[in-house]
């Protein structure tokens, strides 16, 4: 009787577990959502006897399904059936859910076995995960193997049984060559995580994983090992047998077929000089870097190797420079020289390398006369031949030899030209920001002659960031060669603007003295007093901004005002431009003083103007210019 009315007492729950096996698949989520409820109600016996057959049918259901159940109960798994020493019964479960095609649910699986790991203190429970781990890794499905690889990667460095950890090591090796690319790739992947391994993994067998994997025949495992066995190469730096062995497919790497290979091995081409740099390698060695491989066994081979081949020793760094000097030559893809380029010239400017510039100086100068060959033969009217435009004239600044660049003058004038004129906005603004750059390198004389005509033409450019562009580029330069520069060379154009039929041109000229004011004022109040003509090419100034005071359009008025009041410093304390401070002038002289002309012109401004804006900003720089009252 008591077992009877112990089945009605869980008569409801069963019921829930019935609703889990719905064909109606919205029916069967709403009963894997208030799973944990069940499990908690039944308890940890009830959901090892109970709950968990009726999970592993739900394993074979549809994906969605299987992504609900996994973020559901995995979580909590563990508690619900009673802890890690209850472990071995979740095991199947977990097992199939690691070959399952949703990365996510498998992330889960593999978590919880991480987890049981951890905590199981019995050796044998961490062998039947060893067992399923070799399983996985030797599984029919490429995801089995991708759970397999990470689930032994972490078993590695534990504490298991040693036989175990060479097995599973040996199973990596073998996975780093299966026929499968996405277990490849996976490997690749996971190097820097078996590099974490060293010792315990040991170095020889990584040196055959990288090994395999940079020469691996498809283009996506070749670029996602090179971070991985870069990594490798700066952990075993020392071990020379190791470096040599892998040069030559580190060399290889930079005529790859593929051209995102290529890419990669040209970007990381810094790191690959550091970590080979002073290795003493033979010319036999690099062109026969797989006869101590080819035949293990064959004495006779391996001793008349060495007899046979070329073994003048190779400057690494040469030969890497002479690869890429070859590159520029025979590579088919444009972007190519784009990225010999930047690497090149960031390498000519880096410390660790400033020794061997000998060794870049003749690649800069043959990607200087391919830009003077492309400028000649097509112009710059392709972006991808601007993009490599834009290095090279960025580049300019970090060359000590720029006497042996400047043989291009005229071309890199002319390409400074395409620029300005075929070039989307983007690309001019980003162009302007280098000229700060050029000018350190060039100095003042040498820029101005040749690159202030094509700034003063980006003054008057239709875009307005461009302008705003060429106005912050002034200012940088006005801070480089100091303010007498702009004051002989750029103001002039500043004042022609003052006639121009367009008002934005006229806007540039007074944006541009607001925003040089700092520089300007610093300047006049050093040398002013020793410098009349200074002082006469300040009042000039200030009368090209009294003139705009009165110009048809109220955005004109209003920054001439918005720029009087930047120098009213100078207007109000500068005893150079103005004569008497505490008095109005007679009128028969009335250029004598600076404040009083400032002051009868916004007055004038102010009576005739109706932009309220322009007023107020009109009241404010009155009222600090006007004359102090004395009492009697």
């Given at each position: 009787?008591?077992?009877?009315?112990?089945?009605?007492e869980y008569?409801p729950?069963?019921i829930l577990i019935?609703?889990?096996?719905s064909?109606?698949?919205?029916r069967?989520k709403e009963?894997i959502?208030?799973?944990?409820?069940?499990a908690?109600v039944?308890?940890?016996?009830n959901?090892?006897?109970?709950?968990l057959?009726?999970?592993?049918e739900l394993?074979?259901?549809?994906?969605?399904?299987?992504e609900?159940?996994s973020?559901?109960?995995?979580?909590?798994?563990?508690h619900f059936?009673?802890?890690?020493k209850?472990?071995r019964?979740?095991?199947d479960?977990?097992h199939n859910l690691s070959t399952?095609e949703?990365e996510?649910v498998r992330?889960?699986?593999?978590?919880?076995?991480?987890?049981?790991?951890?905590?199981?203190?019995?050796?044998a429970v961490?062998?039947d995960i060893?067992e399923?781990?070799?399983?996985l890794?030797?599984?029919e499905?490429?995801t089995?193997?991708i759970s397999g690889?990470?689930?032994?990667i972490?078993m590695i460095?534990?504490d298991i049984?040693?036989?175990?950890?060479?097995k599973?090591?040996?199973?990596?090796?073998?996975t780093?060559?299966?026929n499968?690319?996405p277990?490849?790739?996976?490997v690749?992947?996971?190097?820097p995580?078996i590099?974490?391994?060293?010792?315990?993994f040991?170095?020889?067998?990584i040196?055959?994983i990288?090994?395999e994997?940079?020469t691996?025949m498809t283009?996506?495992?070749k670029t996602?090992?090179?971070e991985?066995a870069?990594?490798f190469?700066e952990k075993?730096?020392?071990?020379?047998d190791?470096l040599i062995?892998?040069?030559?497919?580190?060399?290889d790497?930079?005529t790859d077929?593929?051209w995102v290979v290529?890419k990669s091995?040209?970007?990381?081409?810094k790191?690959?000089?550091s970590?080979?740099?002073?290795?003493?390698i033979?010319?036999?060695?690099?062109?026969?870097?797989t006869?101590?491989?080819a035949?293990q066994?064959d004495?006779f081979?391996?001793d008349?190797?060495?007899?046979?081949?070329?073994?003048?020793?190779?400057?690494?760094?040469?030969?890497?420079?002479?690869?890429?000097?070859?590159?520029?030559?025979?590579?088919t893809n444009k972007?190519?020289k784009?990225y010999?380029?930047?690497?090149?010239?960031?390498?000519s400017n880096s410390?660790e390398?400033?020794?061997?510039?000998e060794?870049?100086?003749?690649i800069?100068?043959?990607?200087?006369a391919?830009l003077k060959?492309?400028?000649?033969e097509?112009g710059?009217?392709?972006?991808?031949d601007?993009?490599?435009?834009m290095?090279?004239l960025?580049g300019l600044?970090?060359?000590?030899?720029?006497s042996e660049i400047?043989?291009y003058?005229?071309?890199l004038?002319?390409c400074?030209?395409?620029?300005?004129e075929?070039?989307d906005?983007?690309?001019k603004?980003r162009f302007?920001?280098?000229f700060?750059?050029i000018?350190?390198?060039?100095?003042?004389d040498?820029f101005t002659?040749v690159?202030?005509?094509?700034?003063?033409?980006?003054?008057s450019?239709?875009?307005?960031?461009?302008?705003?562009?060429?106005?912050?580029v002034?200012?940088?330069?006005?801070s480089?060669?100091g303010?007498e520069?702009?004051l002989?060379t750029?103001?002039f154009?500043?004042?022609?603007f003052k006639?121009?039929?367009?008002?934005?041109?006229?806007?540039?000229?007074l944006?541009c003295?607001q925003i040089l004011?700092t520089?300007l004022?610093k300047?006049?109040n050093q040398?002013?007093?020793?410098n009349q003509?200074?002082?006469k090419q300040?009042e000039?100034?200030?009368d090209f901004?009294?003139?705009?005071?009165q110009?048809k359009?109220p955005?004109i008025r209003?920054?001439a005002?918005?720029?009087?009041?930047k120098?009213?410093?100078i207007?109000l304390?500068?005893p150079g431009i103005v004569?008497?401070t505490?008095s109005i002038?007679?009128?028969?002289h009335?250029?004598?003083?600076?404040?009083t002309k400032?002051l009868?012109q916004?007055?004038?401004?102010?009576k005739?103007?109706?932009?309220?804006e322009?007023?107020t900003s009109?009241?404010s720089?009155?009222?600090f210019?006007k004359?102090p009252?004395?009492?009697?």
């Open positions: 009787m008591e077992g009877l009315n112990k089945k009605m008569n729950i069963y019935d609703e889990l096996k064909p109606e698949i919205e069967k009963s959502r208030n799973i944990t409820t069940l908690i039944l308890g940890p016996e959901t090892r006897n109970e709950l057959s009726n999970i592993t394993i074979e259901e549809k994906e969605v399904v299987l609900l159940l973020k559901t109960i995995f979580k909590d798994l563990l059936i009673g802890g890690v209850h472990a019964c979740i095991f479960i977990l399952r949703d996510q992330t889960n699986a593999l978590e919880l076995f991480k987890f049981i790991i951890d905590e199981a203190k019995p050796k961490q062998d060893f399923i781990s070799m399983n890794l030797k599984g499905w490429f089995s193997k690889l990470e689930l032994a972490f460095g534990k049984r040693e036989n175990n950890k060479q599973l090591i040996q199973q990596i090796i073998d780093a060559t299966d499968v690319y277990v490849r790739k996976a690749a992947v996971s190097l995580k590099i974490d391994l060293i010792p315990i040991p170095q020889e067998f040196k055959r990288v090994k994997l940079i691996d283009e996506v495992v996602c090992s090179l991985g870069l990594l190469i075993v730096k020392d071990d020379e190791i062995s892998l040069f030559p497919y580190f060399l790497g930079y077929s593929f290529r091995f040209i970007e990381n081409t790191r690959i000089m970590y080979f740099g002073d290795i003493n033979t010319r036999d060695q690099i062109e026969n870097p006869y101590e491989q035949d066994e004495e081979f391996k008349n190797a060495s007899d046979q081949g070329d073994d003048t020793l190779v400057d690494v760094r040469k030969e890497i420079c002479t690869t890429l000097e070859g590159l520029l030559e025979s590579d972007m190519t784009k010999i380029a930047e690497m090149i010239l960031d390498l410390e390398h400033k020794d061997f510039k060794l870049y100086m003749p800069i100068d043959k990607i200087y391919m060959n492309i400028i000649e097509k710059l009217h392709n972006s991808e601007r993009s490599f435009a290095i090279l960025a600044s970090n060359l000590s030899k720029i400047m043989q003058k005229e071309s004038l002319f400074c030209k395409e620029m300005l075929v070039s906005w983007r690309e603004s302007l920001q280098e700060p750059k000018a350190g390198i060039m100095g003042k040498e002659d690159f202030l005509d094509l700034l003063k033409e980006s003054l450019d239709r875009i307005y960031i461009v302008r705003q562009q060429a106005i912050a002034i200012n940088k330069l006005t480089i060669f303010a520069w702009f002989k750029v103001i154009y500043l004042y022609a006639s121009d039929q367009n008002y934005l041109h006229r806007q540039t000229s944006f003295l004011s520089n004022i300047h006049f040398y002013s007093g020793m003509d200074l002082v300040f000039g100034m200030i901004l009294i003139e705009n005071c110009d359009v955005n209003f920054l005002i918005q720029t009087l009041d120098y009213k410093s207007i304390d500068s004569t008497n505490h002038p007679s009128s028969t009335p250029q004598s003083d600076t404040r400032v009868r916004i007055r004038l401004t102010f005739s103007e109706s932009d309220s322009v007023k009109i009241k720089l009155h009222s210019l004359p009252k004395f009492s009697k």
